[in-house]
């Protein structure tokens, strides 16, 4: 006989709840959950490292879910410019770009005051320019990227991008957790 987690009770809890709304779906390669617009903005975004995955929401709800890419050395927070991690913390989106290398970049408010005070301490440069983009030209048709490869940035396939694009608006909060 086997004993639940308080893990399984919480997802438990959160499948119930999402089951009363209405609102469980296909949340894997960024399918809209059943019940919910196609087109409702989400007014938060959370990216959960350990699992690889962006989620956005909106009122508690999971309006999708996407696998991701991270920084290449993904372990633990950025520090500084370089060293190819992925911040951890709450920042929000605070520019939007179509014009890029990348299929779209939603800029993410890193380094915010602790980072810059963490790198300062250690005579470093935070780094900056962190995002949510795509992928180069159409370099997801060969099919999925399944390594951590960006410098620090959170990628997505550019269909992804193309979904989170449209449901994410400059000022939204995200929360990037290890």
Not at 11 to 40: C, D, H, N, Y
């Amino acid at each position: 006989m086997s004993t639940l987690r308080p893990s399984d009770l919480a997802a438990r809890r959160q499948l119930s709840k999402m089951l009363a709304l209405g609102a469980v779906g296909l949340f894997i390669f960024g399918w809209p959950a059943v019940g919910v617009s196609a087109t409702e903005t989400a007014d938060r975004v959370l990216v959960l490292k350990s699992r690889r995955q962006l989620l956005l929401l909106r009122g508690g709800t999971m309006l999708g879910s996407f696998p991701v890419c991270l920084g290449r050395n993904p372990l633990g927070p950025k520090h500084a410019q370089g060293d190819g991690r992925t911040p951890e913390g709450l920042y929000r989106i605070d520019r939007r770009e179509s014009q890029c290398r990348y299929r779209h970049f939603l800029h993410i408010s890193y380094p915010g005051p602790a980072d810059v005070a963490l790198a300062a301490a250690a005579r470093v440069s935070p780094g900056g320019d962190i995002g949510i983009h795509g992928l180069p030209g159409d370099l997801d048709q060969f099919g999925p990227v399944t390594f951590d490869w960006t410098d620090g940035c959170i990628a997505v396939s550019n269909r992804a991008i193309d979904e989170i694009w449209a449901r994410v608006e400059v000022g939204t909060p995200i929360e990037i957790r290890a």
